[in-house]
């Protein structure tokens, strides 16, 4: 009923730039919280960035001043321009979204598929 898909991963070299792009569908009537986690290997997975619908961010301190999370309401999409990249940087990064959908009553937690970030040294 609902989908994530994630865009914007690849291959960058140290100190460079990659957006990653996050778009909700299906049967969705509202959506709360946004963000993006990511999992390197042999790693659990960590919380990078949150958006609510208003705008109020959250970032990990690794990624204050080099990541910049942001939204489009109308297009139920969600950002994140990394700047300033490192090789600890590389990792899988999903994005995930607190939906309400036509068929529930409640708020669920949703995951797009990840999207594979690289940075080479």
């Known amino acids: 009923q609902v989908q994530l898909v994630e865009s914007g991963g690849g291959l960058v070299q140290a100190g460079g730039s990659l957006r990653l792009s996050c778009a909700a569908s299906?049967?969705?009537?509202?959506?709360?919280?946004m963000g993006w986690y990511r999992q390197a290997p042999g790693n659990k997975r960590e919380l990078v960035a949150t958006?609510?619908?208003?705008?109020?961010?959250n970032y990990a301190d690794s990624m204050k001043g080099r990541f910049t999370i942001s939204r489009e309401n109308a297009k139920n999409t969600v950002y994140l321009q990394m700047n300033s990249l490192k090789p600890e940087d590389t990792a899988v990064y999903y994005c995930?979204?607190?939906?309400?959908?036509?068929?529930?009553?409640?708020?669920?937690?949703?995951w797009g598929q990840g999207t594979q970030v690289t940075v080479s040294s």
């Open positions: 299906g049967s969705i009537v509202s959506i709360n919280a």
């Open positions: 995930y979204a607190i939906i309400k959908t036509y068929s529930g009553n409640y708020y669920w937690n949703y």
């Open positions: 958006i609510t619908r208003i705008g109020s961010t």
